[in-house]
């Protein structure tokens, strides 16, 4: 048996990982003193009410080698096999948590994969791996094939505000300012190497909608896996967005809304697409 496993940074809701039998391991979240498992104690929409109604940034923390520790162990003993799809290395420790748990395990059976992604770019590697259990693949061969694709993973989103950002200590508290006065709207993606970068700041939502568009090619979708789009708090920016993918042919799959651990540094008003590309 195949046991595949996540953080909660890949935003499956309680009831998907129910459904889909998976594994997720939380990270914790904390608000003035409060901590919380994400996805576990804190939702998304409470988390985002948490977020706009304090001035102090959340912190988030990667979880300990134990919680991979109890998954991986009892794999073991019952001679199953692991694919553990984790946040991105750059992003976060929580890659390195789960080496140290299977090292603690010693058992060979364990295949953890950085996935130099987040939120919806593990998903679409979740349900890569489970196509593959369905048709028999093992874990080894499983991983090799993770391996190739999340390379083509492709996020781009809008940012509402620059407010979260400078908080998150990505932008200066002027830049925020001015941008804010200015109503300019960054465009992130996350690069090859699994940070977020900035790719562009647009004036007013229109520019910024416009800019994601030019951004993606329909042709160079691949269409053997599902195309996501997402958002953080409040749907209306990604309305106008997929109506304006919609006229390009692009159609979502899924909406799906993005967690803590993203939405902590783009805050509410967050709209985009993730999708797998073409090998070329």
Known sequence: MIRLVVDSSSDFSKEEIEQLN???VPIQVSFNGHHYYDGVDLDKNTFYDLLSSTEEFPKTSQPSPNEFLEIFEAAKRNHGEVVCILLSSALSGTYQSALLAKQM???DKIYLIDSLSATCGIRLLVNCAMELIDKGLSAKEIFDHLEKIKHQ???VAGVDTLEYL???GRVSRTAATIGGLANIKPIICVNSEGKV????KKIGLIKAIKYIEEQIKSEDIDHDYPVYTVYTYGEDNLNKLEDKLNCKGIKSDKRVQIGATIGAHVGPGAFGICYIEKIR
Do not use: A
């Not at 970068?197 to 562009?200: A, F, I, R, S, T």
């Open 22 to 24: 998976i594994s997720c």
């Open 153 to 155: 993973i492709r996020i």
């Open 197 to 200: 970068d900035v790719l562009g």
């Open 166 to 168: 400078c908080k998150g």
């Open 105 to 107: 395990c010693e058992y």
